[in-house]
């Protein structure tokens, strides 16, 4: 992995060990304070009843509460506890990257540090890895604890995306999965600034299975995906892996030179059989407007699709980091996300 300063961060280090972890589970963090020493506990218990060497890596994605003290505080307390912290909040698709870049187990599990996600099933989807599976996302069967609106929302946007992606994208499902170092070190080879990592987990490939779980509601905090950090999700998702809003630019394209064909052959005849012209601002205004407004729509895509662009071609680091605890090889402070 590239640095943006004179170190590189290492994606293989052990940290506080000399066994290599089986397991290391990937947990982003943003604003986590009231739970972040539940979730460490429970995730250890977990862990330790598995009977496997692990690591939990925490990554700070520019908290403003005490999240970063208590990951340092964790780290202290177990060395098998890592942090990465950023210099800002990047989003939670690059801090699961940077995990993803620093993990070193043989099974990555990514997993929300909120106790949303419970740590419990990570024995499901190791049972599912050890089956010989290499992708294992855990389903979600039910969202407790939240609003009505999120799940119809929720569930229309999984649908829509599933019949419009160019990859076969899992319903009703979040970032909670298990990945095997082989697709791990595949997914760490995509480098892309607007990620979609749903999408991307579906897109390399491998054999792949699903865990239904029982999502649990928050019992601290709120939560951290707000409507409008959705839709720039969703947005993310359907321009990485579908072209159908530019299609629908060329379809709206043809309906209104059809339309406009159709007009024209109305006025003809309305001025050879009835004998007078189509007249009227209104009926101007109304085609006008019209014209316009989908031209702009048409340009907005076109301008969401040329930014994504954009961002690629200046080739920033994905993220920046400026804290890291218990990696070999990656100095406390100042290392980098590259660009692969």
């Not at 040329?306 to 994905?318: N, S």
């Amino acid at each position: 992995m590239t640095s943006i300063t004179a170190t590189s961060a290492s994606a293989s280090g052990s940290g506080g060990s000399d066994t290599r972890p089986v397991i290391s589970v990937v947990a982003p963090v943003y604003n986590e304070a009231e739970l972040l020493a539940a979730f460490c506990a429970e995730m250890r218990r977990v862990l330790e009843e598995i009977g496997e060497p692990w690591e939990i890596i925490l990554v700070n994605d520019g908290s403003r509460d005490g999240s970063l003290a208590i990951m340092r505080e964790q780290h202290a307390l177990d060395p098998r506890i890592k942090t990465v912290s950023f210099s800002r909040n990047f989003g939670g698709q690059m801090a699961i990257t940077a995990g993803l870049d620093r993990a070193s187990g043989d099974a990555v599990v990514v997993i929300d540090a909120d106790l949303q996600d419970p740590p419990e099933v990570v024995k499901a989807l190791l049972a599912r890895w050890r089956e010989g599976y290499q992708v294992i996302y855990a389903q979600r069967a039910s969202r407790a604890g939240e609003t009505w609106f999120k799940r119809f929302t929720a569930s229309i946007y999984y649908r829509l995306i599933r019949n419009i992606a160019s990859v076969d994208i899992p319903l009703d499902t979040g970032e909670f999965r298990l990945l095997d170092r082989k697709a791990a070190d595949a997914l760490r080879s995509v480098r892309e600034q607007h990620r979609y990592l749903r999408g991307l987990s579906s897109w390399i490939g491998f054999r792949t299975i699903a865990v239904p779980y029982q999502r649990a509601a928050r019992t601290a905090g709120e939560t951290k995906y707000t409507l409008s950090k959705m839709l720039r999700l969703a947005v993310d998702g359907i321009t990485n892996f579908s072209y159908l809003p530019l299609r629908l630019a060329t379809y709206f394209g043809f309906a209104v030179a059809g339309l406009s064909l159709v007009g024209v052959l109305v006025a003809i005849l309305f001025r050879l059989v009835m004998g007078h012209e189509l007249t009227g601002q209104a009926t101007t205004l109304v085609s006008v407007l019209f014209l316009g407004g989908i031209q702009l729509i048409c340009l907005g895509i076109l301008g969401e699709y040329l930014g994504r662009i954009y961002d690629e071609v200046k080739r920033r680091p994905l993220y920046i980091v400026d804290e890291a605890l218990g990696f070999q090889g990656e100095v406390a402070r100042n290392a980098g996300g590259g660009r692969g």
